[in-house]
T-cell receptor, first 114, second 111 residues
Framework: DADVTQTPRNRITKTGKRIMLECSQT?????MYWYRQDPGLGLRLIYY???????NKGEISDGYSVSRQAQAKFSLSLESAIPNQTALYFC?????????????FGAGTRLSVL | GQQVMQIPQYQHVQEGEDFTTYCNSS?????IQWYKQRPGGHPVFLIQ?????EVKKQKRLTFQFGEAKKNSSLHITATQTTDVGTYFC???????????FGKGTKLSVKP
């Protein structure tokens, strides 16, 4: 969804480096999510935020941190990257007012940790 | 925690054949959503089912929600190469307010 923008689209980094993945949205949604996708494992939730002051751990938060700088921005950080964090990362948003809770995904960031 | 099991993990079909993916939960679901991810793309919402026994159709796609609201299926009639991708079911995470995704079924269609 073009209204959910992830940067960078691709990133190669080395073990031990700190990196940040950014997500911004123009949909005006309150809720934002970070997922990780690995082959055969589907989408696993890392962190989610229901508003600027709300941060919640997901299924696999270890090794990651997040920052909700504004309603429109939600960043994911890897403090010290390790090779098993090589994956495809998706940001998503949803509207608090939508009873369907449909999630809208960004195009993804492909991260390789060497 | 709550889980949704999705089978099969992979399905290879000849163009024109039918395809079905199944999603099962051990607990009653308030609703279930289906998403499609094209190769190299991102998940895109297809549909939501809410009512017990609900059936919804989108052209060649038929979605069903079980009577007990513990299972769901997506059936594609006469697959086409444009159907290629991974299909995910996703259930309401309950009080956590998030979605729990199945592991997905990757569909490949041979012309």
């Amino acid at each position: 969804d073009a209204d959910v923008t992830q940067t960078p689209r691709n990133r190669i980094t080395k073990t031990g480096k700190r990196i940040m993945l950014e997500c911004s949205q123009t949909k005006g949604h309150d809720r934002m999510y970070w997922y990780r996708q690995d082959p055969g494992l589907g989408l696993r939730l890392i962190y989610y935020s229901f508003d600027v002051k709300d941060i919640n751990k997901g299924e696999i938060s270890d090794g990651y941190s997040v920052s909700r700088q504004a309603q429109a921005k939600f960043s994911l950080s890897l403090e010290s990257a390790i090779p098993n964090q090589t994956a495809l990362y998706f940001c998503a948003t949803s509207d608090l007012r939508d009873p369907s809770e449909i999630q809208y995904f960004g195009a993804g960031t492909r991260l390789s940790v060497l | 925690g709550q889980q949704v099991m999705q089978i099969p993990q992979y399905q290879h079909v000849q163009e024109g054949e039918d395809f079905t993916t199944y999603c099962n939960s051990s607990t009653t679901l308030s609703n279930i959503q289906w998403y499609k991810q094209r190769p190299g793309g991102h998940p895109v919402f297809l549909i939501q089912l809410v009512k017990s026994g609900e059936v919804k159709k989108q052209k060649r796609l038929t979605f069903q929600f079980g009577e007990a609201k513990k299972n769901s299926s997506l059936h594609i009639t006469a697959t086409q190469t444009t159907d290629v991708g991974t299909y995910f079911c996703a259930a309401d995470g309950g009080s956590q307010g998030n979605l729990i995704f199945g592991k997905g079924t990757k569909l490949s269609v041979k012309p």
